[in-house]
């Protein structure tokens, strides 16, 4: 009885037709998404056709149905359009930039509610960046049968330049976790994409906007820069920083959909379908249609897969090493391939900031970065393919963290666009027999090709070996000649010199004499730099410093202690920075220090540490740049708040790494205490992280913090040449005295047990200076102050230690100036208390 009456209710799908079947499976299933994946030229886009076309033949008889075809390409959209208008199909809407001047997109959707479209059966035809953007009720798989022509493009990924209405953007968006070190940004309930939009300041990034508020799309970032960027309450913001977002399809839009595709179970969409536990199967109808299903193997016996690099996949940055003939990558890759194919034709693909030889060649046809489904080729029977398509390492980072392998994004990414621009040749035509050659950056590339044609005949072209070591220029030499005679001169004088002996001035200053010949490359003369003054002021305005060859130096023999002119230590590494190297031990090493001789034990150590002169900060590839620091120290400072520094790259900076960097920090005078040093370092390490760069994230070496630490003098990678700089700020004479580090204002921070001459205690001699200088220079530091509305802390702190340590005021007479200038001012008030602590502590 249950069988009798299972029969009675279940349909019988025996006589449906092929068209039937299919709108009858998404009717019953709209979720279901059908593929079809055959090789190119397999007959997939002819199989929809005669899909179409039977529809159309049927149309009188059945209810009307309603087709929409979606392709990469404007050019694809034309081809298909033609080739149903050859089966007679003329029921047909192509809406794209060709076909209509005003907005595209508002046009679809403008014809997707008509109702004409219900009236009878017909077929519209747009691309795919027009789909991606339709609402959920124009692409109903109730309402349509949905075809995709190739994989769309599912992630878009953008390092944001954040425009300076970054409070608008902070109270717009929110994130939400997503996983331990991702968040998915959202539009905050209540707010206005659209209206935001209207703000010209964030043109840079309106696509990604649109693309936060659709719900066809999840945008993530990490977590950190979020909070650092986004958060409100994060102070001192960057305006040049960046923001990694990326965008990924929403595989929802995809329900009831079938795609037409080589290769479609290797692709980054398949993935994300399947992690999302879509039901995705293969259509049988259309697959039923296909001329074949795999490659034949007469297709992969007229390939010939040739390759250049052997040992390394080709990229951006290969291109512009080194071959062990001295010549640039891309450029022996460009002849190599120009020798061998001499005048014969032949498809090119390339990245398009490739303006190589290959690309002027005159027998050379640019394909476009988006071939797939065009015929227009067939003719060709040469192919070059040099596109380097490996995505951004922070695009990278965020993909894998979202779920997706790196050997998917691989495949995915430059093997199919390889697979697709092969497959445009004469091998895209069964009935051609001719031999195509096919020339790959490297084997890797090579073999997947091979696999996919099924093609075993692979060799090497050429024989480019990289990793060669570039001979030296005459300019090159020129330089690394100046810096080795500096050093010499610096190695000579230092180790005859003790500038840390005795404490009386008139010895000092007969220890320290420094003639030495530095060239100043910009102007071509030589200047003397000669040890003519006190040694007093010779070491209260220079930079004093050890020098030494090795890593290994211990003793005092292997060191040099030398001392410049503030400008002239500049230029001493400005010498040293365009010297180029091939590894970074081919220049000494620096210590911001002065030691003394010890015969019991070691040089460099603490116990013998004598005085700095400097501080110098090891960055190590954190989320802190370059400009960032400059930023936050000079040009977004204030007056009151700017450093002098000298800041250049490590030899380790890359392209992919541009946030290692290294930055010296003067001192106005000598400081003689390691701890006054340590707290050097720790006010600037926390105006860092103020700033919104803890150690953690702008990766702060913490051994910077020692008096006795080394660093390799600034330098020119060979290999990265491009990312060799230094620049100064604050250097010059009157810079220097005003913006360099006032050790004073961190002595002054410093617990003592000896009395300050800042209590009730007047100086022996003359007491308070209430002169009328004095006064003078008091009032002017108020006056300033009051002036201010940002900025004023180091400069109140200032104004308490003047007093305090230089007019030899009281602490109540401090105190009560102090409280005169922070009037009403709660915050000032608190400071104010702040800095009498300080003081009090050290009495």
């Not at 717009?172 to 707010?191: H, I, W, Y």
């Not at 100086?763 to 200088?773: A, I, M, N, T, V």
Request: hydrophobic content about 35%; proline content about 5%.
């Amino acid at each position: 009885m249950l069988d009798f009456l299972l029969e009675q209710v279940s349909p019988d799908f025996s006589n449906l037709h092929g068209t039937d079947s299919l709108g009858f499976d998404a009717t019953y299933n709209p979720h279901l998404i059908t593929y079809v994946s055959a090789p190119c030229s397999g007959g997939k886009t002819h199989a929809l056709a005669n899909l179409i076309k039977d529809a159309f033949s049927r149309a009188p008889f059945v209810e009307p149905q309603r087709f929409m075809y979606v392709a990469p390409t404007v050019d694809l959209l034309g081809e298909f359009s033609t080739l149903l208008t050859g089966l007679g199909i003329t029921d047909q809407t192509t809406i794209a930039s060709s076909t209509c001047t005003k907005d595209v997109f508002e046009r679809v959707t403008k014809h997707l509610r008509s109702s004409d479209l219900y009236q009878a059966t017909h077929i519209t035809l747009i691309t795919h960046a027009t789909f991606l953007r339709l609402p959920a009720g124009l692409r109903h798989p109730e309402r349509w049968r949905i075809f995709i022509d190739e994989v769309p493009q599912i992630d878009h990924f953008q390092n944001a330049r954040l425009p300076e209405t970054r409070n608008t953007l902070a109270g717009c968006l929110e994130a939400s976790p997503f996983t331990e070190a991702l968040v998915r940004v959202d539009k905050k309930q209540g707010k206005s994409i659209k209206k935001l939009l209207e703000d010209t300041g964030v043109k840079g990034i309106a696509d990604m906007l649109r693309k936060i508020e659709s719900p066809n799309y999840t945008v993530y970032t990490d977590a950190v820069s979020f909070d650092r960027v986004l958060k409100p309450t994060r102070a001192n913001f960057d305006p040049e920083f960046s923001l990694p977002l990326l965008a990924v399809i929403n595989p929802d839009i995809f329900d009831g959909c079938c795609f037409l595709s080589a290769n479609f179970e290797e692709s980054m969409l398949y993935d994300l379908l399947m992690r999302n536990k879509k039901i995705v199967v293969p259509n049988e109808e259309l697959t039923a249609m296909l001329r074949y299903q795999q490659y034949p193997k007469v297709v992969g016996q007229r390939a010939h897969i040739r390759y250049l690099l052997d040992g390394k996949r080709y990229s951006k940055s290969l291109r512009d090493k080194f071959t062990s003939d001295a010549k640039r990558v891309k450029p022996a890759i460009d002849d190599t391939i120009l020798n061998h194919l001499g005048r014969e034709k032949f498809l090119l693909v390339a990245n398009k900031d490739d303006k190589g030889s290959l690309t002027k060649a005159t027998n050379a046809e640019r394909l476009s970065g988006s071939p797939q489904g065009l015929n227009c080729y067939q003719n060709y029977t040469r192919i070059v393919f040099l596109s380097a398509l490996n995505r951004d390492a922070k695009h990278l980072s965020l993909l894998r963290e979202v779920g997706f392998s790196g050997d998917t994004i691989q495949k995915a990414t430059l093997v199919e666009a390889v697979h697709q621009a092969v497959m445009r040749t004469a091998l895209r035509d069964p009935s051609s027999k001719a031999a195509v050659e096919i020339i790959v950056p490297d084997k890797w590339t090579a073999q997947e090709l091979g696999n996919i044609l099924g093609c075993a005949n692979i060799s090497r072209l050429g024989n480019i070996v990289l990793n060669g070591v570039l001979p030296y220029t005459q300019k090159d030499k020129d330089r690394r000649h100046d810096f080795q005679k500096l050093f010499k001169s610096l190695l000579v004088i230092g180790r005859n010199t003790n500038i840390s002996s005795g404490d009386d001035d008139e010895k000092l200053d007969s220890a320290i004499s420094l003639p030495f010949l530095l060239k100043d490359m910009k102007k071509g003369s030589y200047f003397a730099a000669n040890g003519s003054l006190a040694a007093t002021n010779r070491l209260n305005s220079g930079i004093s410093f050890t020098l030494h060859d090795t890593v290994t130096a211990t003793g005092a023999s292997e060191h040099a202690a030398n001392l410049l002119p503030a400008q002239d230590f500049v230029r001493f590494l400005r010498v040293a920075s365009r010297t180029p190297i091939s590894r970074k031990d081919e220049l000494p090493l620096l210590i911001p220090s002065i030691f003394k001789e010890n015969p019991k034990g070691g040089f460099r150590a603490n116990d013998n540490f004598a005085f700095s002169s400097c501080l110098v900060l090891d960055f190590d590839g954190g989320a802190l740049s370059p400009e960032i620091f400059e930023n936050i120290f000079w040009h977004s400072a204030g007056s009151s708040g700017k450093r002098s520094f000298i800041i250049c790259n490590t030899f380790s900076r890359t392209a992919s790494e541009p946030n290692r960097f290294r930055v010296i920090m003067p001192f106005k005078k000598p400081v003689t205490d390691a701890k006054v040093f340590e707290a050097i370092f720790d006010a600037v390490a926390l105006r860092l992280e103020q700033a919104g760069y803890p150690k953690a994230e702008s990766k702060l070496d913490e051994n910077s913090r020692k008096v006795t630490q080394s660093y390799y003098l600034p330098c020119t990678n060979r290999q990265h040449k491009d990312q060799a700089f230094i620049r100064a700020y604050g250097t010059q004479t009157r810079e220097f005295d005003r913006y360099a580090i006032d050790p004073e204002a961190y002595e002054v921070t410093l617990p003592r047990t000896e009395p300050l001459p800042c209590t009730q205690t007047p100086h022996p001699k003359r007491g308070k200076d209430d002169s009328p200088e004095a006064r003078k220079h008091i009032e002017s530091a108020k006056n300033k102050l009051r002036s201010m509305t940002s900025g004023r802390h180091q400069l109140f702190f200032d104004l308490g230690v003047l007093l305090a340590r230089k007019c030899y005021y009281s602490l109540h007479e401090v105190e009560r100036e102090l409280l005169e200038v922070a009037g009403s001012d709660p915050k000032m008030k608190k400071k104010a208390r702040d800095i009498m602590k300080s003081l009090k502590s050290r009495q």
